[in-house]
């Protein structure tokens, strides 16, 4: 409790103040010889004028008006103080809220079409090593083929097993707008295929595109006219 506070609420009788406030007032009292003395002379004030009132000849029913009119003022000045108290804890809540806006548009992070650019390229290759990170859990080559151009990460889509004739076959999907792109990764060992059974399909809904590398199939799926729309545009020969 500071000094304000403490003055503030000496103008209230104990009686007045709930007992939180009284037993920070004695505390603070206690530590603070300035309001100490103040509390006292007030103290002391208070007791000399109902010392002189108690005195004075007090005429019939003068009393009862003095009571009365006492009791209005006091109503008054209470209702002041609760005003000055409240005014007060709304400066503290104008000056928290200032300092948390203050805060927050000091600490805003920067940003720009550059660092965007840099942001999307960590992005696709935090995918991308996620991918291959989870390839070689399965004992598989960590990077997909490349058809020519490698595939275009942005639009990457999802990686897990997926259930094909009773086995749950490594995969890697993309989505491009209205078409996908699925990659099944198939262990040759896994399955029985006649000769010439793996072979480019163009399909009425599905294509089929068909690469074997280092004992692996890699067959892959899709919807659109060509791979195009999922590889990585073929850069320029400096």
Known sequence: MNCHLSRLLLTFRPDELAGDDRAALSAHLQTCPTCSAAAKNGAATDAAIRTAMLAVPVPDGLKAKLHSAVSATQSASRWRKARRVASVALAASALIVAVGFGWWFFSRPSLSSDE?????????????????????????????????????????????????????????????????????????????TPEGGWKDVFGSEFNI?????????????????????????????A
């Open 116 to 192: 965007m650019i840099v942001l999307l390229d960590q992005q696709q290759l935090m995918k991308e090593q996620a991918v291959g990170d989870w390839l070689v859990s399965e004992k598989l080559p960590a990077e997909l083929p490349e058809l020519p151009g490698r595939f275009e990460y942005g639009y990457y889509a999802f990686h897990g097993t997926q259930p094909l004739k009773g086995m749950k076959v490594p995969s890697v999907v993309f989505h491009n707008g209205q078409h996908q792109c699925r990659v099944y990764i198939i262990r040759e060992h896994m399955v029985q």
């Open 209 to 237: 595109k068909v690469i074997k590398k280092d004992g692996v199939v890699y067959v892959i799926a899709y919807t659109s006219p060509t791979l195009d729309p999922f590889l990585q545009p073929a850069r320029p020969v």
